[in-house]
Structure formats: C-alpha cells, structure tokens
C-alpha cells in the first residue's frame, strides 16, 4: 500500500526531517538554515566560499552573493520505512502544469543544500515513454543571462555512464535537461544552446556549454577507477571560483561498479564491465550462438553484455560462469566475424589483441581503485572535497543510494530525501525503496 501524500503543515511536521540536516551539518556558510522559532518554514544561506581550480569553460566569471531563502512550505511529503522513519519531499518535475514552479522549489533547494543527498528519479514514467531524453532524469539548467542579479551563480554537474550525446528531446537518453525559467526540454547536443564537447580519462566524454550553466558528464566507471580524482579533476576544469556546485550524481556504473556489488570477483567484474561499455555493430543481421545456448538474431547496435544476457536468458549458469577471460576472448573472436567491436562511442573498432592489452592493464589498477562494495574511491575523495560547501546530489532511478550513503555519511539523518512523481512509481519500486531502509544501517 503506498503511504498518503500530504501538504506539508509546519505546525505539524514542522519539517522535522529538514531540521535534522540543519543540525547535523551546521547553520554555517552555505548550510540550510530556518527560523525555528517562529515557525517559519523558508530555508535561508549565507555566502558561500569560493571554489578552488581554474575553468577551461568560456563562461562568465563571478562573485559571491548570497542566496534568498526557499518556501518549503506547499511542498508534497511521504513517510517510509519502519514506522514511517524517513520523511521523502515529492516534487512533480513530469507534470506540464506543475512542472515550471515544481522545478524552480526543487532547484531552490539544491541552491542552498551542502553535503551529500538523494533525489530517486521516476523510472516508469521513462520506461513507459521509450527511454527518450523528455521523461528522463531532471536536471535544472539556467541561461547565465537570466542568472538573477544579486544571487550566488551556480554550476550543474551530471554524471551518468548512460548520458546518451545526441542531445535532443525525443533521443534516447537519460538527462531531462530543463531551462529554469520555461520548464522547457534543453537541447545538448554538440553546436546548440552553446554546448561543445571535451574530453576526460581515457573514455569520458563532456558536454559545456557557453550559453547554459550546464556540464554534462558520460561518465565513465573505469576512468573514476584508474584516476583517484577523477570526478573533483573534472569538476575543478569546467567550473569558476565563487560558482555553488550542484553536483547530480549517478550511482551503478558511475561510481559503484555493479558487478562487484553482486559478488563476482575481480577478475569477473572487470571483464563483466568492460563488456557493458563496449559495443557491437552488426555489418548486417546475423544469428549468433554460444555454447549450448540457442542463436539468437542480432540486427542492430548493442552493447557486448546485453548480447550475453539475450543469450543465457534461459540459462542463469551460462551467466554466472560466463565472465572468464579465456570465455570472453572466444566470444570477441567469434562475434568480429559478424559485427564491428567498439569502445563506446568510439568510432574505431577493437580487435582482440586491443580487448587483450586493455583488461590486463585495467586488472592491474582496479584493485586499488574500489572499496569492498565496489565503490570507487574517486567518489570519496570527490565527496570529502566538497560537501562542506557544496551539493552532491546521489540520483538514481534505482535502491541504490542508501549504501553509498552509508559509506560517504554515516549519519543519514544528515541526508535529505527528495523524490520525483512518487506517485508513478511502478508498486516493485515502491517496496524495494521502502524496504531498503529496513535494512540495518
């Protein structure tokens, strides 16, 4: 049964949740901050401090100003979890009529929050809308022109391993870029609203723009392996001192290495990712078949793991023992005969002398680069750098939040809970995300 919504009554709730984020963290420069005493409900900030590292982008340079406070008054809340313990704020960013005043509270807040917290996107509404851009993850984006006057400047951050480049509303993809004034799609495509496209690690792709205080990052889950700082690295090049940093933050294949989380080894997990970042191009449509596992018809680009999961989806075993080097050397030389192997959104093709070279360079590094729950040390140091001035946003369609919450801030009463279109949530992400707050902590 889902829990009712409600208009938030600071009489009553007197947003107990909120309060205990102020507590935690402080009522310092760039913390929430509330009148407590006369029972206000509107989150102010101070100024907050510079932040250090140059920009490679061409955008405007400014000075610190502070923030005007954030009614949360009319905000929707939900209570989950054992005995209604977690208190989630609802935000309606798919609705037409409420999106534009739903969007500006929600980017309200995101202005003036510090440290880590979690925004659980609504995956049924992409699912049902065939996983275009339009229905994706929300992401607020403001013309520097129309930055007010007097305000703090702020920079967006997303990182996603699924951010898909091609930039328009109806593409498939994962970013609902959306202008803050309009509530308009913002398309990010290469040479529009001012974006261009830069380079990081060995396969990060990012996208600036001129025009809209957006980087958008294709992250990439072996680069946030290899280099140790590799998100605060990019950060510091795409944004300006005395900017706030808002930091929206994919979780699996962005900084949790998913397989490792299911308990495969090293060695497994390594070449079970590398399979997912890499692509196959059929030359034309062709049958293909492994081991005792039926053919199946491939008439079109996917990545090498979908290919395996079509495959052994009758078989669980065939999956679970697959991910063997001497097994995923024998499947690369029998697939290249049908199809162009590429590096993601690599225009050149892999052969498996280059499949070879990289895992063997890769396993030797990977181990160094995660914790046992196979989340990348880069989001640690990223996180420790930051969250005392700044917003990381963990956003996630899926449960996988709260454990690298756990991780980051042990103290989860420090962190706020925001949801998008709780109510269109499918009823399985309903109680998976319930029950994972039943879990200990």
Not at 82 to 96: A, I, M, R, T
Not at 120 to 144: D, E
Not at 381 to 391: D, F, N, P, T
Request: aromatic residues 10%.
């Amino acid at each position: 049964m889902r829990p009712e919504f409600q208009a938030s009554n600071p009489k009553e709730l007197n947003f107990s949740f909120c309060l205990s984020v102020i507590i935690g963290i402080g009522t310092g420069s760039g913390t929430f901050a509330t009148n407590q005493g006369s029972g206000s409900s509107q989150l102010a900030t101070g100024t907050l401090a510079a932040a250090n590292g140059a920009s490679s982008s061409q955008s405007p340079d400014w000075s610190n100003i502070a923030l005007p406070p954030v009614d949360l008054q009319s905000a929707s809340t939900l209570r989950v979890g054992p005995s209604g313990s977690v208190l989630l704020y609802n935000f309606d960013l798919h609705g037409e009529e409420a999106r534009q005043a739903q969007l500006q509270a929600y980017c309200g807040i995101c202005r003036q929050a510090t440290g880590v917290h979690v925004t659980t996107s609504c995956f049924s509404v992409w699912r049902k809308n065939k996983k275009i851009n339009g229905f994706g993850k929300v992401i607020p984006a403001t013309l520097f022109s129309q930055l007010p006057p007097g305000q703090t400047p702020v920079r967006v951050f997303f990182f996603d391993d699924n951010l898909d480049l091609h930039g328009g509303e109806s593409d498939a993809g994962i970013c609902n870029l959306r202008d803050t004034h309009t509530s308009q799609f913002v398309d990010f495509a290469v040479g529009r609203n001012g974006f261009t496209k830069g380079r990081a690690g060995r396969h990060t792709s990012i996208l600036h723009s001129t025009e809209y205080n957006s980087v958008l990052v294709k992250a990439n889950i072996l680069d946030a392996i290899e280099d140790n700082d590799y998100f605060h690295r990019i950060i510091q090049a795409y944004s300006k001192p005395g900017e706030k940093l808002i930091v929206f933050m994919d979780v699996n294949s962005t900084i949790v290495c998913n397989d490792s989380v299911q308990s495969k080894d090293l060695s497994a997990s390594l070449l079970s990712t590398m399979f997912e970042l890499m692509v196959l191009v059929p030359r034309s449509a062709f049958d293909f078949g492994w081991a005792a596992c039926p053919p199946v018809n491939v008439t079109k680009r996917c990545s090498l793991k979908s290919l395996v999961k079509d495959l052994t989806i009758n078989d669980h075993r065939a999956y679970n023992t697959f991910f063997s080097e001497a097994n995923c050397q024998t499947f690369l030389n029998d697939l290249i005969k049908h199809a162009d192997v590429r590096w993601g959104d690599a225009d050149e093709s892999m052969t498996p002398s280059d499949f070879v070279a990289m895992y063997t360079e890769y396993l030797q590094t990977v181990s160094q680069g995660i914790d046992a729950s196979g989340t990348a040390q880069s989001w640690f140091r990223c996180a420790r750098a930051m969250q005392a001035e700044h917003l990381l946003m963990l956003n996630s369609f899926g449960v996988d939040t709260r454990k690298v919450v756990l991780a980051t801030q042990p103290d989860e009463t420090k962190v706020l809970q925001l949801c998008v279109n709780y109510e269109l949530w499918d009823k399985r992400d309903v109680d998976k995300f319930g029950d994972q707050f039943s879990e200990p902590a």
